[in-house]
């Protein structure tokens, strides 16, 4: 499975990436994605989107998908 | 409708006005609640020199033009224009302008704080901030 993951603000800075790609066939969920990435586990407060759209850790990945990773928003 | 992110700085007053003109037909509107967002030059308890708003290119706007729908379905508005600033940002700038368009006061009030805690709760944007003693991140927003 190939899926395209993107870090935003402060955890693109504590990640040291903006955008990585991955390849690997033990990925089924948004969780399997980040512990594909980094070896410490997701701050609780941290959100997921899949595709753009906000999504759960839990919630499955498909071929092809965009995963991105962010702290709590703070816009407006 | 029209949901924006600008990266260069504007005026929310001549945006509502030019709204109204070329988007609301003269006679229909009622009332336009309007909320403006402003950067200080100061927070918690700190000087801020400026700061630098990040967004999620895609997903911010579609968030944004679904909230916006949903509110307009929700309330009956007539219309809603949001515009929200990305980038390098100065105290005394305008960061965000949601505005809403009804016949009648009660839904056009409600849309637009309604509209404006959605943003504030759950828009992707970020803020950076530039200090005399360096920068941080701007860890969450106020409650209101």
């Not at chain 1, 701050?43 to 839990?58: F, G, P």
């Not at chain 2, 200080?40 to 997903?59: A, I, T």
């Given at each position: 499975m190939s899926i395209q993951v993107r870090f935003f603000a402060s955890l693109r800075e504590r990640v040291g990436h903006t955008r990585l790609s991955i390849e690997s066939?033990?990925?089924?969920t948004a969780r399997d994605v980040w512990q594909a990435v980094s070896a410490s586990p997701l701050d609780e407060e941290m959100l997921v989107a899949i595709n753009k759209a906000y999504a759960s850790l839990d919630k499955a990945v498909s071929d092809g998908d965009e995963v991105a990773f962010f702290p709590p928003v703070t816009g407006g | 409708m029209r949901v924006e992110i600008r990266a260069t700085a504007f005026d929310p007053w001549l945006e509502v006005a030019a709204f109204r003109r070329d988007h609301l037909a003269a006679g229909r509107i009622g009332a336009s609640a309007v909320f403006v967002g402003t950067m200080r030059d100061f927070n918690e308890g700190d000087d801020v020199k400026s700061m630098v708003l990040e967004h999620y290119p895609g997903m911010t706007e579609q968030h944004l033009e679904t909230m916006t729908q949903d509110a307009i379905s929700k309330h009956h508005l007539s219309d809603a224009l949001v515009i929200h600033r990305v980038g390098t940002i100065l105290p005394a700038d305008d960061i965000v302008l949601v505005a809403a368009f009804s016949a009648h006061r009660k839904e056009a009030l409600i849309a637009c704080r309604e509209m404006m805690e959605t943003l504030k709760s759950t828009a992707p944007f970020w803020k950076k901030e530039s200090l005399a003693s360096g920068e941080r991140w701007v860890e969450k927003n106020t409650a209101g």
């Amino acid at each position: 499975m190939s899926i395209q993951v993107r870090f935003f603000a402060s955890l693109r800075e504590r990640v040291g990436h903006t955008r990585l790609s991955i390849e690997s066939a033990d990925i089924a969920t948004a969780r399997d994605v980040w512990q594909a990435v980094s070896a410490s586990p997701l701050d609780e407060e941290m959100l997921v989107a899949i595709n753009k759209a906000y999504a759960s850790l839990d919630k499955a990945v498909s071929d092809g998908d965009e995963v991105a990773f962010f702290p709590p928003v703070t816009g407006g | 409708m029209r949901v924006e992110i600008r990266a260069t700085a504007f005026d929310p007053w001549l945006e509502v006005a030019a709204f109204r003109r070329d988007h609301l037909a003269a006679g229909r509107i009622g009332a336009s609640a309007v909320f403006v967002g402003t950067m200080r030059d100061f927070n918690e308890g700190d000087d801020v020199k400026s700061m630098v708003l990040e967004h999620y290119p895609g997903m911010t706007e579609q968030h944004l033009e679904t909230m916006t729908q949903d509110a307009i379905s929700k309330h009956h508005l007539s219309d809603a224009l949001v515009i929200h600033r990305v980038g390098t940002i100065l105290p005394a700038d305008d960061i965000v302008l949601v505005a809403a368009f009804s016949a009648h006061r009660k839904e056009a009030l409600i849309a637009c704080r309604e509209m404006m805690e959605t943003l504030k709760s759950t828009a992707p944007f970020w803020k950076k901030e530039s200090l005399a003693s360096g920068e941080r991140w701007v860890e969450k927003n106020t409650a209101g």
